[in-house]
């Protein structure tokens, strides 16, 4: 039996590095490695919701109209019942929630503390890049995690997209007067250097899960391949900006 | 053929006025006035939902603990899918939902207003107030409506009751520091004054609503039950404060 032969061995890396995928929860949580960074991810992601559920329903009194606020209380409810699905993964795999959150807490209170909207269609426009930039990170995300926490993922991924009414709305407004293009496109270029900067904090902060990230755990990114999903994410925004009219 | 024989003949009042709860949606709205008054109340009931959702989410910044900001979070959420619900039901009878709750709006800004928490506590004991008080009046309220409006209406009232977590926070807070009791008490009475005063104020505008209240509507009280409602539901907030530790 020649060493190509051997399955699972440690020495075999294309064969390890691409198995996190094919793994069940129990088989991927037995490395610590990969068990810390999966409640990172998780811990950061519950947060997350938790915050954006928060700021979407102090927005929605911003809006013009009952039904523009019912929309937005819409888009609230959905984030809280990801919340839910994330803290209930947590405490299912035996972690406390509030402690795996507990990190990330800074990151995205510094994140809405600085992108408070000043009015109606500042609230829109942020509720949409905050529902489009986390499917995209979902998504990105999903491939590299083991069967049971990508079902997750992807499930929460299905669910979002409650932001495509603002679409209609902000375009409206633009047309009615076009320099409101304008400051809506500083706005959200505002909102993405924001939402990078408080990501490379996290990455710079949390061990388990950057290293899941630039690749010291089976499946993971390498560090190039890191900036380039930012850049695939940042991509994907300013795409979506110049759909809606905001080219920056 | 005796005049007694007749039936639906508008002189045999007895067998009117005991008939709303026996009929479907369809036949009790053919009387123009309960169509108005049913629109009426689930207009109130949807824009109150809505609005306790709005109050809560705000609330929930407050909390001290992720976990206590979970509980009053999960709360609004709940609100919101009453709500949903209620807006949905007026959409399906012909309704615009928005039409139906703008002559409510007033109302219960104006509680909400005259009732902004000033700290955790305080938005702990309102939430469960509010839930409490809302819980009696569906319940009050049921008896007296068509079977497709009670049955909506038993539906989102078998789903509240959220706020039973705030029970032990505030209690466990009174063992702390017996002063805070005073203090809450107080707190307590004014929500419950600022919620009657408002509602008188909704029974004085909306003349279809307190028609079926007062008796105008067959099913609908006499006026002397309307007042030995707003008892009721006065008498039982008041044992729940006195269980809760908060005679006032």
Do not use: C
């Amino acid at each position: 039996m020649t060493s190509s032969d051997k399955p699972g061995n440690a020495a075999d890396a294309p064969a390890e590095t691409t198995s996190v995928a094919a793994r069940d929860w129990a088989t991927a949580a037995a490395d610590p490695q990969y068990r810390a960074a999966v409640v990172d991810l998780l811990g950061a992601l519950a947060y997350g919701e938790l915050a954006a559920f928060e700021r979407l329903a102090e927005d929605a009194k911003l809006a013009p109209t009952l039904a523009d606020k019912a929309e937005l209380a819409k888009m609230a409810s959905a984030e809280f019942h990801h919340f839910e699905r994330l803290r209930d993964r947590l405490a299912e795999i035996g972690e406390e929630p509030t402690a795996a959150m507990e990190p990330f807490v800074a990151a995205y209170d510094g994140f809405h503390r600085q992108t408070d909207p000043s009015d109606w269609l500042e609230g829109l426009v942020k509720a949409y890049v905050g529902d489009s930039i986390a499917s995209d990170f979902y998504r990105e995300v999903a491939a590299r995690l083991d069967s049971g926490t990508r079902e997750l993922v992807l499930a929460v991924l299905d669910d979002t997209g409650h932001a495509g009414f603002a679409v209609e709305k902000v375009r409206a407004a633009i047309d009615a007067d076009p320099r409101v293009g304008g400051r809506l496109a500083l706005w959200a270029r505002r909102l993405m250097g924001e939402a990078l900067s408080q990501s490379q904090r996290v990455v710079a902060d949390r061990d388990a899960l950057s290293t899941m990230l630039v690749g010291g755990v089976a499946d993971g990114f390498d560090l190039a391949e890191v900036g380039r999903m930012f850049s695939r994410i940042t991509e994907a925004h300013t795409k979506r900006m110049a759909a809606l009219g905001l080219a920056a």
